[in-house]
């Protein structure tokens, strides 16, 4: 046997690469949406004991809808490729490339067994480039087929070690080998028919028996005449052994299953629900069309299913005339290997070996699968195809006068098949050109219709795909799933009563159900959906609910031991959908628009029992709980659900809020810890984000707080919350100006926010001194909302600061009428009025005329002029009640304005007794101005302590208030009953002029002193 060499392997390699390089521009296709993207077993949050438990599409082995497809190596390797690139397609396809090379080069070694060195090199080039192979190595899924391959070789060449020089037995390899067999088994269930392989090649390749030899053995040990050789003994021991391996493999491959074969439909598989002798004829058909797949693959479909092949129904069907001839030749080829000892037969029975062993599990022969053709299964089988090609190449090539003919149908066989390779990589770009390029070579398989309808579906072109799903109505009128897509479609495109049409023509298709008598029938889950389908169409309409109710009811009782748990990528036909689940929600939902809350908690307590690992259903039932205003209950279930999924999006979230809203600080650490593993989920959702914000605002950590709502506000536009927030923020943190910007997006985004509106004109007012500014935004709100107290009240201010008294007097009153009962108003309205009689007392007019205010600055420049520093630092102490309600309304400097009279400044303790007012001021000694200091200072303190806790306490209610009433519009259209209304907005914006006449009544207790 030649060795290799590396240029053999790096032409094998180069070649592979050459082929398949544009393969890592496709997307996740076709059964790979269910294996990855679907599949919770490649995300590191779940156990890796559950890679066990599991099949490979992520469903228990347990659960009837399993395909008890049993691979966890396999599933591994994808979770390796989640580990370091989660969901990159390019890395999933570069490893199956990469795998693929290696089988070649593996292959390569397994032939310099049976043949010479140039024809060995010949069959693993053909196989590197076979264009059968596009759908094991460009699918993702296809990885199963070469991980189970490379251990099979493996095993293989390490049992071609268990025989020593002098023909005893070496125990090492074959230990290995059975090692190597579960480990194959692992990757695909067809591994484990290398033990066959290893059978043939012992009795036919290392011992050099021929069915002749053999039963002339067996004729002597039975008649007595001799007994069995010595070399019989060695191979019927190893071969014990090897049998004795696969059975145990067998039996626990049968209990992984738990002695279930998986359920398939007529649509998936139509022969094997056929009579006699429509089932045989047709999987005997089939075997013809694989070995033509493998002569010609330049028509190739990702999809053999329903009525692409027509069942054989008669003898006299001339298809049975391919069955004829691929038998004919099969056993030509049989009967030349097993009759005759020299190496050629040994090549033959050793490729043949390889054909039709790992070939019987997807044969349909013994048993049914889910399919009717299946070119990923090929792959193996395809090795023994290219060791025929290439040993007849060989028998040709040594042929004087065709070895330059020979060379050059090699030549233009290797260069077209890896032609047609690269181009039908192309195809599996997207599932869109899968699909298509798949109903160019086949228009009679209605799933292919449906999935381009699928397709186009998932670009929102809801028009176009209801042409190929009605198309598919027309190739398979049975199609149950088919009329489902075009109800589903209709509903899209908002014509409910065509809907309803197409969901009741896909539930006469269901079988009917007897009654009296249990349902037994065994009903494709995925075909229950149009139950709930309808249901949730028709419960949309309120006369309807009970009608829907008993559609529910009557879906549940037909599968009431289904416990279906995850949710499904879509409600389509053709998806692992999960009815039981989808069935349980749907009918909650009912439950709880038809108000009956007891019903829809019973109904998940009663799936939890069949199922009580589901995360799915404990995180539904919280749902419930916090509908049934039981949140510490909620909580727990909640933690139920992380506790199984610690990564659950959902339950993350909504587990984090409930604890944000609870009050209670002491949740508040853990909700951030929930909040900041749910952005690390979905990094794109503002949502999370915002309510990090929030939490951070709550604790006081300004800096984070104004980080996380700026995040928020990157990811979404317009966030009306965020940005409202973020300017409560900016004013909490005495960064008024900073909230200007803020608001000005908030209110261009959604410029009926009254509570936005009424934080900006208190800004303005207080801060920017912009009383027209403010004005218009008080004005603004009453445009939309004359009954608005707060914008109302704060108008008042507004009136007041432009000294039009009577004006605030009038808007006063207007206020009260609106809320007769609030207190503030009446008092405020009082002090308006005591004004009003001080000034009419006092000879003043009681609105500006002229709009004459001035600054403080101004205003103290003049009283320094006419008085003195010392008359002007008691007049100081001495200011109006308008001067101190001015003062109070800005929290810090606020302008100070007086009216004009007799072309000075005069304030109100001049206008109550402006004749003694100066000489009252020069009688005053340095200490009494002192004292009068002190107690102006006092009061100012507790002004401003009582609006701190009053500030505080407003801005606390209002951003949970803030939170409650504008949180997460995507998660709460997400997570259905999430979001209810908890508390009532208490923000009122009338703050400032509150703050105003309580200092103005504290300041009025020191002024007889001070006077």
């Not at 001339?318 to 097993?338: D, I, K, P």
């Not at 509908?627 to 610690?646: R, T």
């Not at 909504?654 to 952005?679: D, H, T």
């Not at 009453?782 to 109302?792: A, S």
């Amino acid at each position: 046997m030649a060795a290799m060499s590396w240029k053999e392997i790096l032409l094998l390699t180069g070649l592979v690469v050459g082929c398949y390089w544009n393969s890592l521009s496709c997307g996740f296709a076709f059964d790979d949406v269910s294996a990855i993207l679907d599949n919770k077993d490649l995300r590191p949050s779940t156990s890796l004991h559950n890679l066990f438990r599991n099949d490979f599409w992520g469903t228990p082995m347990s659960e009837e809808r399993s395909h008890k497809s049993y691979r966890p190596f396999t599933v591994l390797t994808f979770r390796l490729n989640y580990l370091f690139s989660e969901l990159s397609a390019a890395s999933y396809h570069l490893l199956n490339v990469v795998l693929h090379a290696v089988v070649c080069v593996l292959f390569l070694r397994v032939c310099r067994l049976f043949l010479d060195k140039t024809s060995s090199l010949v069959a693993a080039l053909l196989f590197a480039v076979h264009p059968i192979h596009t759908e094991a190595v460009t699918g993702v899924v296809g990885r199963a087929e070469l991980l189970s391959s490379i251990f099979l070789l493996a095993a293989f060449l390490a049992y071609t070690k268990s025989t020593a020089s002098d023909h005893s037995i070496v125990w090492t390899p074959i230990a290995l080998t059975v090692v190597l067999v579960a480990a194959a088994t692992l990757c695909k269930e067809q591994g484990i028919t290398v033990v066959g392989i290893c059978c043939v090649y012992e009795v036919f390749v290392a011992q050099g028996f021929t069915l002749p030899m053999l039963l002339d053995t067996l004729r002597q040990v039975v008649q007595g005449k001799d007994g069995f050789p010595y070399a019989v003994l060695q191979t019927l021991l190893k071969l014990i052994v090897l049998v004795i391996s696969t059975l145990l493999l067998v039996i626990i491959r049968v209990q992984v299953i738990q002695s279930q074969l998986p359920v398939f439909t007529r649509f998936d598989n139509p022969a094997a629900v056929s009579p006699t002798p429509t089932r045989q004829l047709t999987f005997n058909y089939l075997l013809s069309v694989n070995a033509w797949l493998l002569l010609n693959p330049s028509e190739l479909c990702c999809d053999w299913t329903m009525g692409t092949i027509p069942l054989v129904e008669s003898l006299l069907d001339l298809r049975n005339l391919a069955t004829l001839v691929f038998y004919t030749f099969l056993g030509l080829l049989v009967y030349h290997s097993l009759r005759y000892r020299h190496s050629s037969a040994r090549t033959v029975i050793m490729a043949l070996s390889l054909i039709v062993l790992p070939f019987i599990p997807a044969s349909n022969l013994f048993f049914p699968v889910g399919f009717v053709v299946a070119e990923r299964v090929l792959y193996v089988p395809s090795m023994g195809f290219c060791v025929l090609v290439a040993h007849g190449f060989k028998i040709v090539s040594h042929k004087g006068h065709l070895k330059k003919i020979s060379w050059l149908i090699i030549g233009v066989l290797l260069t077209t098949h890896a032609v047609k390779t690269f181009n039908r990589n192309w195809d599996w770009e997207s599932e869109y050109t899968l699909f298509t390029s798949a109903l160019k070579v086949n228009k009679n398989n209605a799933k292919l219709w449906n999935n381009v309808g699928h397709a186009l579906e998932n670009q929102n072109n809801y028009a176009k795909a209801l042409q190929y799903f009605l198309q598919a109505t027309r190739v398979q009128p049975d199609d149950i799933g088919a009329h489902m897509n075009v109800g589903r479609t209709y509903k899209n495109l908002n014509k409910s009563k065509e809907a309803e049409e197409a969901y009741l023509v896909a539930k006469s298709l269901m079988p009917q159900v007897i009654p009296g008598k249990k349902y037994a029938t065994r009903v494709a889950p995925n075909h229950l959906n149009v139950y709930i389908n309808l249901a949730n169409l028709i419960r949309a309409n309120e006369s309807r609910l009970e009608e829907a109710d008993q559609l529910y009811r009557q879906a549940i009782s037909m599968r009431p031991d289904f416990k279906q748990a995850y949710i499904s990528r879509q409600d389509c036909s053709f998806c692992s959908n999960v009815f039981f689940f989808k069935s349980m929600l749907s009918y909650r939902e009912l439950l709880l628009k038809m108000n009956k809350l007891t019903e829809a908690r019973d109904a998940y307590l009663r799936a939890l029992e069949l199922d009580p690992s589901n995360a799915d259903l404990w995180y539904n039932l919280a749902i419930v709980n916090i509908e049934m205003k039981d949140p510490s209950e909620a909580l727990k279930n909640f933690n139920h659900a992380l506790e199984l999924n610690p990564r659950h999006k959902l339950a993350l979230f909504n587990s984090a809020l409930l604890m944000q809203e609870s009050g209670e600080p002491k949740f508040w650490p853990e909700a951030n810890r929930r909040f900041l593993i749910y952005v690390e989920e979905e990094p794109d959702d503002a949502n999370g984000y915002f309510n990090l914000g929030m939490l951070a605002m709550d604790a006081n950590e300004n800096a984070a707080a104004e980080r996380w709502m700026r995040k928020a506000i990157s990811l979404q536009a317009g966030f009306r919350s965020a940005l409202f927030n973020l300017a409560l923020l900016y004013s909490q943190s005495k960064r008024e100006v900073d909230a200007l910007p803020a608001l000005d997006e908030l209110l261009r985004h959604h410029p009926e926010h009254i509570k936005g509106l009424i934080l900006k004109g208190d800004i303005l007012m207080n801060h920017k001194k912009d009383t027209s500014g403010a004005k218009a935004c008080f004005e603004r709100i009453l445009r939309m909302d004359p009954t608005n107290v707060q914008g109302k009240h704060n108008l008042c201010v507004v009136y007041f600061e432009e000294r039009d008294l009577p004006r605030a007097e009038r808007c006063l009153e207007e206020t009260l009428a609106l809320a007769p009962n609030e207190e503030y108003v009446r008092r405020h309205l009082s002090i308006v009025r005591s004004k009003m009689a001080a000034m009419s007392a006092a000879g003043q007019p009681l609105a500006s005329t002229g709009g004459a205010t001035i600054s403080a600055k101004e205003e103290k420049q003049k009283r320094v002029q006419g008085g003195g520093e010392e008359v002007a630092e008691v007049e100081e102490e001495g200011r109006s009640a308008d001067a101190v309600l001015r003062r109070a309304a800005n929290e810090k400097n606020v302008r100070k304005s007086s009216t004009e009279r007799g072309g000075a400044g005069v304030d109100q303790s001049e206008s109550l007794d402006s004749s003694q007012s100066d000489k009252r001021t020069k009688v005053k000694s340095t200490k009494e101005i002192k004292d009068i200091e002190k107690k102006r200072a006092a009061a100012l303190k507790r002004l401003e302590e009582i609006e701190r806790i009053l500030s505080v306490g407003i801005f606390t209610a209002h951003l949970q208030n803030d939170l409650h009433i504008h949180a997460a519009p995507t998660a709460m259209m997400m997570f259905g009953l999430i979001g209810t209304n908890i508390g009532t907005f208490h923000l009122f914006m009338f703050l400032p002029l509150t703050m105003v006449f309580v200092a103005a009544n504290q300041l009025d207790i020191l002024s007889p002193d001070a006077r």
